[in-house]
């Protein structure tokens, strides 16, 4: 490439000696002394060191604002004190030539890039640009990459297709409020953002496609809740034609866990096949028809204890108890 030939997260001590160019954005400079000066390149991909030892390259780097996108053409070396936190902390580069690609003109930004997440949320929407190059924040975007392309090559494996619905569309009954888009050609007409492309699963279901899935965005306009996203989101959907529910629970329980697995927070995931839970069973052991079997509190049906109890409210009723073990709570 003609403004680099590496990436700021990809040298390493066996590149030690090579003559090399990186850009990317200035993300600190400290002067040491009028014969040495520290920078810090950051890209995409990571960091690398700069250390700048001669008058020229020193006044180069101190005229520069943080953020500034420069291109940096030099040698790398192994570093006298190596940073083991840092993916190329084994080397350093000592720069030849420093070309401005995009000057920042400002001394102070609105916030730290690499603190951006600690900012008023109005500042980091204002300045989003700034915001996405924090690296924690950058995370987010490149998990859902991964996650994304993770689904859409295992159910292509599994023999869906995958088919987009479109984005405007009717209003359609469902539990939400839409979101609406004026039609430009048609004055006082509105599209919907749909809730869930669920109109358009059932005429490709009528239409004979046998299986096929989406990514789907869905858009809900209403308050949060605990158990709904509001706003924009996305969600995996599938369709299945001539299948019964444990061909559906087959693929989930298919797909979804090395997802979870490799992508989720805690690197674990719950092993097929997935327990079946009745209904009744659901509501009389964990009182929801969603439980979270990593709560532990279960009821227990303790009716025939109270069988001659005089307690108005207990008499005749069936008594369920949560059992809590070591409970310390006042009478």
Same mark, same amino acid.
């Given at each position: 490439?003609?403004?680099?030939?590496?990436?700021?997260?990809?040298?390493?001590?066996?590149?030690?000696?090579?003559?090399?160019?990186?850009?990317?954005?200035?993300?600190?400079?400290?002067?040491?002394?009028?014969?040495?000066?520290?920078?810090?390149?950051?890209?995409?991909?990571?960091?690398?060191?700069?250390?700048?030892?001669?008058?020229?390259?020193?006044?180069?780097?101190?005229?520069?604002?943080?953020?500034?996108?420069?291109?940096?053409?030099?040698?790398?070396?192994?570093?006298?004190?190596?940073?083991?936190?840092?993916?190329?902390?084994?080397?350093?580069?000592?720069?030849?030539?420093?070309?401005?690609?995009?000057?920042?003109?400002?001394?102070?930004?609105?916030?730290?890039?690499?603190?951006?997440?600690?900012?008023?949320?109005?500042?980091?929407?204002?300045?989003?640009?700034?915001?996405?190059?924090?690296?924690?924040?950058?995370?987010?975007?490149?998990?859902?990459?991964?996650?994304?392309?993770?689904?859409?090559?295992?159910?292509?494996?599994?023999?869906?297709?995958?088919?987009?619905?479109?984005?405007?569309?009717?209003?359609?009954?469902?539990?939400?409020?839409?979101?609406?888009?004026?039609?430009?050609?048609?004055?006082?007409?509105?599209?919907?953002?749909?809730?869930?492309?669920?109109?358009?699963?059932?005429?490709?279901?009528?239409?004979?496609?046998?299986?096929?899935?989406?990514?789907?965005?869905?858009?809900?306009?209403?308050?949060?809740?605990?158990?709904?996203?509001?706003?924009?989101?996305?969600?995996?959907?599938?369709?299945?034609?001539?299948?019964?529910?444990? $061909? =559906?629970?087959?693929?989930? #329980?298919?797909?979804?866990? @090395?997802? !979870? /697995?490799?992508?989720?927070?805690?690197? &674990? *995931?719950?092993?097929?096949?997935?327990?079946?839970?009745?209904?009744?069973?659901?509501?009389?052991?964990?009182?929801?028809?969603?439980?979270?079997?990593?709560?532990?509190?279960?009821?227990? $049906? =303790?009716?025939?204890?109270? #069988?001659?109890?005089?307690? @108005?409210? !207990? /008499?005749?009723?069936?008594?369920?108890? &949560? *059992?809590?073990?070591?409970?310390?709570?006042?009478?």
């Amino acid at each position: 490439m003609a403004y680099r030939t590496h990436n700021c997260g990809e040298l390493r001590l066996a590149d030690a000696g090579k003559e090399v160019k990186l850009a990317g954005w200035l993300e600190n400079v400290r002067v040491v002394s009028a014969g040495l000066a520290f920078a810090v390149l950051r890209d995409f991909y990571g960091t690398t060191q700069i250390v700048a030892e001669s008058e020229d390259m020193i006044s180069a780097f101190k005229g520069l604002c943080k953020e500034s996108t420069i291109a940096v053409t030099g040698t790398v070396r192994e570093r006298s004190s190596k940073n083991p936190k840092q993916d190329t902390g084994e080397i350093e580069i000592v720069p030849s030539a420093v070309e401005v690609l995009g000057r920042c003109v400002h001394n102070e930004l609105p916030f730290e890039i690499n603190r951006s997440r600690d900012a008023d949320e109005s500042a980091r929407l204002k300045y989003r640009y700034l915001d996405l190059r924090n690296p924690e924040v950058k995370k987010n975007i490149i998990l859902r990459c991964n996650v994304v392309a993770a689904l859409r090559k295992a159910m292509t494996e599994h023999g869906f297709m995958e088919i987009t619905t479109p984005i405007l569309t009717v209003s359609s009954p469902e539990g939400a409020r839409d979101y609406l888009v004026p039609a430009r050609k048609h004055p006082g007409r509105f599209y919907a953002l749909p809730q869930a492309p669920q109109q358009f699963k059932q005429l490709l279901m009528a239409s004979g496609f046998d299986k096929y899935f989406q990514i789907a965005p869905c858009f809900r306009d209403e308050d949060a809740r605990g158990d709904r996203s509001p706003g924009e989101f996305y969600q995996l959907d599938m369709e299945m034609a001539f299948a019964t529910q444990e $061909d =559906v629970f087959a693929v989930c #329980e298919d797909v979804l866990p @090395p997802i !979870f /697995a490799k992508y989720g927070k805690y690197s &674990v *995931a719950s092993e097929p096949p997935f327990r079946r839970i009745p209904y009744r069973e659901a509501l009389e052991v964990y009182g929801s028809d969603k439980p979270d079997l990593r709560i532990d509190l279960t009821a227990t $049906d =303790v009716t025939e204890l109270f #069988e001659s109890t005089e307690f @108005p409210p !207990f /008499a005749g009723q069936k008594i369920r108890a &949560v *059992a809590i073990s070591d409970c310390t709570l006042t009478r």
